[in-house]
């Protein structure tokens, strides 16, 4: 049985307190699992596959890249600096995903 993935890990480390009054589209492309999106509305989350419309910020890098972040092995600013993850739109909340997904 292959191991989750980061995003599907997500859902059980999404901390709802973190996200209250926040509604804001994470677009992910990966460059080995395809394109993702996280919806979180309001301290809710949901886990689509595709791209969304409109998303409140982009973020290009790949799976291994996430779960070294979310293990906080790698800050977003190093592998911003590095080349890990290239980042479009409000990139200021890509430095709230460890306070949305902490790690547990």
């Known amino acids: 049985m292959p191991s989750p993935t980061p995003l599907e890990k997500m859902h059980a480390r ?3 307190e973190a996200a209250r009054a926040m509604h804001e ?3 992910f492309h990966f460059t080995d699992l395809g394109d993702y999106y996280l919806r979180i509305d309001d301290g809710t989350l949901a886990v689509e596959a595709g791209e969304h419309d409109d998303p409140s ?3 290009s890098l790949s799976s291994d890249t996430l779960k070294r972040l979310m293990r906080g092995e790698i800050s977003g600013m190093s592998a911003f600096m590095s080349g890990q993850l290239k980042a479009t739109g409000n990139v200021m909340l890509a430095t709230r995903l460890s306070r949305l997904f ?3």
Do not use: T
Request: proline residues 17%; aromatic residues 16%.
């Open 14 to 16: 999404f901390d709802p």
């Open 25 to 27: 589209v994470f677009q």
């Open 57 to 59: 910020v982009s973020l």
């Open 102 to 104: 902490p790690g547990k």
